[in-house]
């Protein structure tokens, strides 16, 4: 199974470059069919989950600044051109070929393909931006209610923050909010928060234009991790003497590390029973209505639209 990602849809429909021909789709849960000379034939059968990208393992980033995900040799599935390597290199496939620097995490029974598909990547990109955070506090904002701002939700209730607001300007995404341990509240023209009333604020919207609420609700020294701007269109309007009279720390985080893959496999096998997890996902498509599948996707129904491979022949006996 594999989920359509925020980042597929802005490739769908123009809003960030890849390469084409190719095959989009980095989100997924597979069984291991085969595996190559030299590895373990354990995994054989295995229900997996994989890393999204590929890393050399040899670089400095790989090796001194704890950021494989940014290797000098990085190769991201389902960003790929079908002349890169072997050409199975995205997730909207029967198949996919995992490649020597991968981390492969091993499923348990208990957690269907539905609930772990987006946890690689949406849940363990969520996992590394809470690792940035300082201490738990008072009050943290999210800002947007996508399927990133519920795991983030989630996370931070168990990491100790006493209230998690999350703010979006669609209604009908608020109404999960409450399940997941967050405090809903609708974004308008006007200010929602006060200024300088939260400790720190994370940016999953997408929207440049969030980051001037987020400086402004923020307290002296506040913290602000931004994670849902990874496109073009993402210029902020912000003057360094905000910055600075605040105190601010400003944190980007982009994509993650096996660590956290590791952490968010472990986070739903801890929380199985505690949260909604099965209304994240939509019931799946086959693979040949894919196009389908992106258009309910944009219409933002439900946080993830799930695909399947379609049914082979019928065998025989």
Known sequence: MATLCGSDLHSHQGRRSAPVPGILGHEA?????AVGEGRDRA?????VSWTLTDSCGRCRACTCWGIPQKCERLFKYGHAGLSDGSG??????SHLLLREGTHLVGIPDSLPDSLVAPANCALATMIAVVESLPVAGDRIVVQGAGLLGLYGCALLKECGWNEVVVVDRQPIRLLSVPHFGGTPMLSTDGTPLEAGSVDAVIEVSGSAAAVADGVRWLRPGGHYAIAGLVHPDSALHLTGETLIRKCLTLRGTHNYAPRHLDGAIDFLSRHRGN??????????FPLSRLDEAFHLAASGRWPRVAVVPDPGPATVA
């Open 29 to 33: 849960v597979g069984r291991v069919v």
């Open 275 to 284: 949260r909604p997890w099965e209304t994240l996902v939509s019931p799946p």
């Open 43 to 47: 995994w054989v059968g295995r229900r």
């Open 88 to 93: 199975l290199n995205g997730c909207y496939a």
